[in-house]
């Protein structure tokens, strides 16, 4: 009896087989295929692909050819899948001109509801410096991939440079194709040189078509009282999180004003808002700007930027106590690998302020700056078991004032603060060590934007 029914294997329906076949992970689906040719042929059946990340790093010695599995997943599976992450190591002009391959088979994707564009780098590197044909060419299928899709749901650049100054590109076959479709659009850019970039010409007035959109990131040099009002019109969905990059600051560009801010947070109230400080090196004064009274910020974060003065926190601690969620401040160590920046300055630590005011501060990242021992213990304190992550380095916390106050040794220091913040955060913690810290923040001759990319992109998946 065995023996017969083993051989009707081979002949079960393709339904049967893609139904065995869905509740398997990759690697045992892709063993089971061997067992025979009917079930090679229903490797690749649509329903089992909707999602496909594809690896492009050739300088990944962990993988044998990591480029010839993406190449072989495009091939058979890029002119159906619905959701793309291409993850590029763009560093790499090789595993960029695949990147490039690949959205040229999705140029013939109409199911296509998802496209992330994942790079190591805000920059493409290509083969020759003045290589704009390659350029011309990623702009040309990015196109097309939005005109053929017919409900094309989410689209994000990458954070990359020479795309994002094209977005006027893109914008407007958006508008035309995908306006009752888009749900999440990420135009927000990292600029090389900060203070000095050419401000491309975006037709704001084309948002008003995205009638469903709920997630969008932008540099701030596009943010005004017009754009805000766009998306505060009665008849649109509302938005329910809004990432901003500032890069710099131009008293040139009208300003956002209250009434826009306070317009837009009672159309959308649960409205997200994320600051990224990205190389900022204007004057402390201008963050004052970006901060308006009414904005709903939920996530601040600080990455490089000599322009910021940790006595802002207090200002946002009393206006954005009801919203503020999470911060993260990132700067370079000085020579000896310490704090160059510190939150001791005499007064009111800034930073217990905050833990103080703001009732929904959940994570807090500080790298850079100098933070007193006896602060973490206040904070800890303050906020308690809400707090799910507190990344401090060991070299940027100063023991000073506990060891003073307790007549505690350096050593006998660190470890009741390390006892008094694990007690009060109801759960094991040390502070990062030096192993854990981004390269970008110990040695300055790497690209910064490894320090802060991956946080920027997670904010950006579908």
Not at 227 to 254: A, C, G, M, T
Not at 357 to 382: F, H, N, P, Q, T
Request: charged content about 20%; aromatic content about 10%.
């Amino acid at each position: 009896m065995a023996g017969e029914s083993s051989g009707l294997w081979n002949n079960l329906p393709s339904i049967i087989i893609v139904e065995i076949f869905s509740f398997l992970k990759l690697r045992d689906r892709l063993n089971a295929s061997s067992v025979c040719l009917a079930w090679r042929k229903n490797l690749f059946h649509p329903k089992l692909w909707r999602k496909v990340v594809f690896h492009l790093n050739s300088c990944d010695n962990t993988t044998v050819n990591p480029n010839n599995g993406a190449r072989f997943l495009a091939k058979h599976c890029g002119r159906f899948v619905r959701e793309v992450i291409i993850e590029v190591n763009s560093s790499n002009p090789t595993d960029v001109q695949q990147c490039k391959d690949i959205l040229k088979i999705l140029t013939y994707n109409n199911n296509l509801r998802a496209l992330s564009i994942k790079p190591l780098s805000s920059r493409l590197e290509w083969t020759d410096y003045n290589d704009t044909l390659s350029l011309d060419q990623y702009v040309e299928f990015l196109i097309k991939i939005i005109k053929r899709a017919t409900c094309l749901q989410h689209l994000s650049l990458g954070c990359i440079e020479e795309l994002l100054d094209l977005s006027g590109n893109f914008l407007v076959p958006l508008s035309k194709y995908q306006a009752n479709c888009l749900r999440s659009l990420h135009l927000s850019s990292i600029k090389e040189v900060p203070g000095n970039y050419f401000i491309t010409n975006l037709d704001t007035t084309l948002f008003s078509t995205f009638q469903k959109l709920e997630r969008l990131s932008i540099d701030y040099d596009h943010l005004n009282d017009h754009f805000l009002d766009v998306f505060s019109q009665p008849h649109r969905k509302p938005l329910s999180q809004l990432i901003i990059h500032v890069h710099s600051f131009d008293y040139s560009f009208p300003q956002v004003s209250d009434t826009a801010w306070k317009k837009i947070s009672m159309h959308s109230p649960k409205l997200e808002v994320t600051i990224n400080l990205l190389h900022f090196h204007n004057l402390a004064e201008n963050v004052y700007t970006v901060l308006n009274r009414e904005m709903p910020l939920a996530h601040f974060r600080v990455y490089f930027s000599s322009g910021f003065d940790v006595e802002i926190l207090t200002h946002i601690a009393f206006r954005n106590d009801r919203t503020l969620r999470s911060l993260v401040m990132v700067d370079e160590l000085n020579e000896n690998f310490s704090a160059a920046s510190s939150f001791l300055t005499g007064g009111v630590d800034p930073l217990v302020m905050l833990a103080w005011r703001c009732k929904k501060l959940s994570y807090i990242k500080i790298i850079g700056y100098e933070v007193g021992a006896d602060s973490l213990i206040a904070v800890s304190r303050l906020r308690g078991e809400q707090i799910t992550d507190l990344k401090i380095p060991d070299c940027c916390i100063s023991s000073i004032q506990l060891e003073e106050s307790q007549q505690l040794s350096p050593h006998g220091a660190i470890e009741r603060m390390k006892s008094e913040v694990r007690y009060s955060l109801g759960q094991y913690w040390e502070p990062m060590t030096y192993s854990e810290l981004p390269l970008a923040v110990c040695n300055v001759n790497i690209d910064a934007d490894g320090a802060y990319l991956d946080e920027l992109l997670r904010d950006q998946m579908y």
